[in-house]
């Protein structure tokens, strides 16, 4: 079940930065702009009052169940968009099936959007008990539970060190493995059971006092009396799971070489991501497709000649969302805006 109507309360889906995103993507009525990750349709939603009667939206999300809620949010504006069922990996070849060579500014917004934390179902939350699922796209193969209950020791640690950052992620592996030597581990509540339970052991966890957890960003301590930013200790884990069930790293890096291949010569790319991992891939890509020469760092004389850049980078620093906005969603406080513009 839905946890909340989203239509009944716009307001617990308020788009990420937005106005900062129209800004610097410069976005002019009658332009053609792709949401690579459509989601619930709020950026879409701004993109296309400015985009006016001539501009168009192509609109992809994985996530069948988040497009048809886009699709009913943005049926005012149904004749000027074109919606994909896609990975983003695929939006170059989505760009030409909507009938562009090339496009004036694609955004993506990363990572998961309030339905798919919110709804136990789609197995995303260690808050919430539902199946252990986390693919985005219900059509992949491969769900958080093949990993859990198939995946070999050695597997689940370098999952959990490369996606997690969990630097415990042996005590985890080492626990699933000997959980599932008498069952299936089956949910997300079983699995965060097990998580809690081999953290504990190892230490540092659960400090006394440590009274209860708030989605992973901020609990109470009964011992130092105050609100303390803490993380779940499922939270890393849960993230590397959902990481390496989507593909998330691997996705990313191919699908922003994609989107920057479409984009016009002045045309603007901007992302949002929300944890380093991701925004260490798009500062990454930006910076190598700004640079002039492309030869080896080991070759002590140029020999690209040089005027190589693709991409004009627009903000040194990502940008992030003020107080101000962290209060009003507080899911915004990790995001991270990188924007740069097609040469
Ligand atoms: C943070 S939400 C986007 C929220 C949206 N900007 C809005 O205003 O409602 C991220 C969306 O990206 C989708 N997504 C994540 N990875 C994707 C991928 N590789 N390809 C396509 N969609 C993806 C998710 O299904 C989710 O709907």
Redesign the pocket.
Known sequence: MMSKNVFDKPED????L?EIVVQFMRIFPGQVIV???????????HFLKILGKKGSLIA????QE??SL?RK?LEHFQDRIQFFH????N?AEKIEEAGFEFVDGI????????P?VDEGKRGFSFLRDGPLDMR??KTSPVTAHYLVNRFSEKDLIHIFRTYGEEPRARFVARAIVEERKTHSIDTTKALTEIIERSLRISGKYFESGAVFYSGGAGMYSKKRGFSIRKRHPATRIFQALRIAV???LE??EY?LNGAISKLKKGGRIAV?S?HSLEDRIVKHTFRNLSRDCICSPEILQCQCGGNQAKLHILTKKPLKPDQQEIQKNPRSRSALLRVAEKL
């Open positions: 889906h308020i788009p990420v937005s949401d690579a990750t459509v989601g619930l349709g709020g950026h879409s939603e992809i999300d994985a996530d988040n497009l886009a949010r896609s990975n983003f990996e939006l955004f993506f917004d990363l990572g998961l959007s309030s798919q985005f796209d989507n593909r998330e996705v990313l699908g949002i929300y």
